[in-house]
């Protein structure tokens, strides 16, 4: 199986594992990453599970659906390659993402 | 929009937005006079039966006392259990649909395409003849632009600004507090707290500060919006008093950046330099509406989950026990008190097409309520959802803020001055006791505390 790295706003890295028929999101909730809130459970409802994706890796995340994107349009610390990583499905084409969290979760 | 909101739009540039609220004051009383105004509804409080007495389409959670009486328990549980999607067709605020389970309010909350937020969010209609009009209240894409245009006021990166002048002051209100005799904490404490704060967000006059708590509490309680105890008598000459201070405020802020000065970072700074509300000030019921949104969005809710804290630790003893051994569950605590407490019931939407939900036939304009206090202690979403549990795993996923594009916007400014309070809190004192029973707020709206008498002690300091 693959591995992913999700960069702290400090710079601490988290390596884990990609298991099967889980998001981005679930991937960060279950190996204890620090700064991915998901307050509502992974309904695309909250913007607290945002990421910055590395840019090389932003086309292979996948189309973003309005609903996201409305989300997204609401969190201060938004960029070009922001992602709710609760919508990002996550397969075995993303072994080596790297995605950056924010300094702060809306 | 409405024609006399138009009207004062027209004539803002010439008559101060006092003016326009004291003939809209005056119009109202004529209507009345002559018959022609809508029946505002009267509340006399009596004790309200058991749920299991009634018949289900009987059942009435519009009413402001049930909070007060301790029974808004009993009523959601039977609703969630039975019709968690409820039709009440005869309440003083006309006919409403209730939503009571978590997954089904998520559902209307996520889906404002469906659920429209307009043009009120209060099971009742705002007091006739003043219309304000508020991003709250406002559906996409009008509420996303001027969200935007003030977010940033309360956003993690310029919280991060303020926390040491928001202990600070946190500091020097509990420092000052009585030991070993009984107090009000919500006077105290909470309400004192929760002025600092919006002074300072307003950058509004510091020893003025108490006006606001006063505005926002008369701004949130018309007997017709939501069963509350302010009369029109009272309400529109408090409108015009808030009406005059913020317009002086925005022109004092205005001359002064035009001489040059730097803006500050308040409230009404930032939205005198965003291109969607820099003329705001010309358009009276927006101006309004905006300004009352963040006093009453900053001052029930925050100051009812300072109280509200106080009184679960003192519900459930053994959880301050944990609480003083590992002062590191004050985050996960202050989650949970913000959905124990859920400081507001439900947000209203008014459906935009027919809409099948749990069962239900909701009709295109009908009133629907999602009732968050409900949600918030539903068993199929929650364990032991009544128990106040500091160190609860996914004490994060309530909804007391609400989800999707109307999702609190302060809610991490709530989320710090909470565990600033009981980080200082326990700094301070080993024990902070209820004495007898609070008195809780009339309202279908605001689950709030009048008062609450307490006494604290000192740690002991070696």
């Known amino acids: 199986m693959g591995r992913m790295t999700f960069i702290e706003h400090d710079g601490t890295r988290h390596e884990v594992e990609i298991e099967a028929d889980k998001s981005l999101m679930q991937h960060a909730a279950d190996n204890m990453v620090p700064g991915i809130d998901a307050d509502c459970g992974g309904e695309c409802a909250c913007g607290t599970c945002h990421v910055i994706v590395d840019h090389q890796w932003f086309a292979k995340t996948g189309a973003i659906n309005g609903n996201e994107k409305q989300m997204l349009e609401m969190t201060p610390e938004g960029a070009p390659t922001s992602r709710l990583a609760c919508q990002i499905e996550v397969t075995d084409a993303l072994d080596g993402l790297v995605v950056h969290l924010p300094e702060f979760q809306m | 929009m409405s024609i006399s909101t138009l009207a004062m739009n027209l004539s803002a540039r010439v008559v101060p937005m006092q003016w326009q609220i004291k003939a809209a004051h005056l119009a109202q009383k004529t209507l009345d006079r002559i018959g022609l105004a809508a029946k505002i509804p009267e509340f006399v409080e009596s004790p309200l039966p058991d749920v299991s007495t009634l018949a289900i389409e009987d059942i009435d959670v519009s009413n402001p006392f049930l909070w007060r009486q301790g029974l808004w328990g009993s009523y959601f549980k039977r609703l969630r259990d039975e019709q968690p999607v409820h039709f009440q067709k005869n309440s003083p605020f006309g006919p409403f649909w209730s939503v009571t389970r978590f997954d089904d309010i998520l559902f209307v909350d996520k889906h404002h395409e469906l659920f429209s937020a307009e043009p009120i969010i209060t099971l009742g209609d705002q007091p006739a003849g003043l219309a304000i009009e508020t991003f709250i209240a406002m559906d996409p894409p009008k509420h996303d632009k001027q969200r935007q245009a003030v977010q940033n006021v309360v956003a993690p990166k310029n919280l991060k600004e303020m926390e040491s002048l928001i202990r600070q002051r ?181 459906a935009k ?110």
């Open chain 2, 170 to 350: 946190t500091q020097e209100v509990l420092d000052n507090l009585p030991v070993d005799q009984p107090f009000d904490w919500v006077s105290s404490v909470s309400i004192e707290l929760t002025a600092r704060m919006l002074a300072t967000l307003l950058d509004f006059p510091y020893e003025q500060r108490r006006k606001l708590v006063y505005w926002s509490d008369v701004a949130a309680a018309s007997p017709e919006t939501t069963g509350g105890q302010v009369e029109r008598d009272e309400f529109f000459p408090v409108v015009a008093e808030v009406a005059q201070a913020f317009s002086q405020l925005w022109r004092d802020k205005a001359a002064r950046q035009n001489a040059g000065e730097e803006p500050g970072f308040d409230i009404i700074s930032l939205m005198l330099n965003n291109e969607d509300t820099k003329d705001l000030i010309h358009r009276p019921m927006e101006f309004l509406g905006n300004l009352a949104l963040l006093i009453v969005g900053g001052n029930d809710t925050t100051r009812n989950s300072m109280t509200g804290g106080v009184l679960a630790l003192n519900k459930f003893p053994q959880e301050f026990d944990k609480l003083k051994s590992n002062p590191a569950l004050i985050p996960n605590m202050v989650s949970e008190i913000i959905r124990w407490q859920t400081p507001l019931a439900y947000m209203r939407r008014v």
């Open chain 2, 353 to 462: 097409v027919d809409v099948e939900l749990n069962g239900a036939t909701i009709r295109k304009g009908d009133k629907v309520v999602m009732w968050y206090a409900s949600g918030n202690r539903d068993e199929r979403a929650i364990d032991n959802p009544d128990d106040f549990i500091i160190d609860r795993k996914g004490a994060r996923n309530h909804l007391s803020f609400g989800f999707g594009v109307h999702r609190c916007m302060g809610n991490r400014l709530a989320e710090m001055q909470l565990r600033i309070l009981w980080e200082e809190l326990l700094e301070r004192f080993d024990r902070i006791e209820v004495q007898g029973e609070p008195e809780y707020v009339q309202s279908n709206f605001v689950r709030g505390y009048t008062s609450m008498m307490v006494k604290v002690s000192n740690k002991n300091r070696s």
